[in-house]
């Protein structure tokens, strides 16, 4: 009784904002990497501001959601290591600040890590699947 109580009076509105959150940023991931994909040179500083704005936003988001992966960690680590999405959650992060490393280098690899990113994050919105039972 009292766990539904908290799950209907807080954790439930943090469990949806988390959801759309995470979808609002795979939306902007998306656009960013295609709207890099179609340009010449994604390095070029003569993009337009909504595509700068796009990569400033999608990096502090991935530096965003590491710093919460680590504070879970420290929280609760043998209940972190064991969670399957977390290694999903991770990696996937790295791969998108490996795209920009690799992009600020202008290293053609960052075309696979941007593949594998999407791919990887995209596996990550499983996690919020439960939110409405």
């Known amino acids: 009784m009292l766990t539904k109580r908290k799950w209907e009076k807080y954790a439930s509105f943090w469990f949806r904002f988390r959801a759309w ?27 337009t501001r909504f595509f700068q704005f796009l990569e400033v936003w999608v990096i502090s988001m991935t530096l965003w959601f590491i710093i919460d992966e680590i504070s879970e960690l420290r929280r609760e680590p043998v209940a972190y290591i ?13 791969l998108i600040l490996a795209t920009f490393l690799f992009r ?19 596996i990550g919105i499983f996690k919020y699947s439960g939110a409405n039972q």
């Open 21 to 47: 959150n995470y979808t609002i940023f795979l939306t902007a991931l998306s656009t960013d990497f295609m709207m890099a994909a179609n340009s010449v040179d994604p390095v070029r500083f003569g993009k």
């Open 82 to 94: 064991k969670d399957a999405f977390n290694y999903f959650d991770l990696s996937g992060y790295s």
């Open 104 to 122: 600020f280098l202008g290293s053609d690899v960052q075309w696979t890590c941007a593949s594998l990113a999407i791919g990887i994050n995209y």
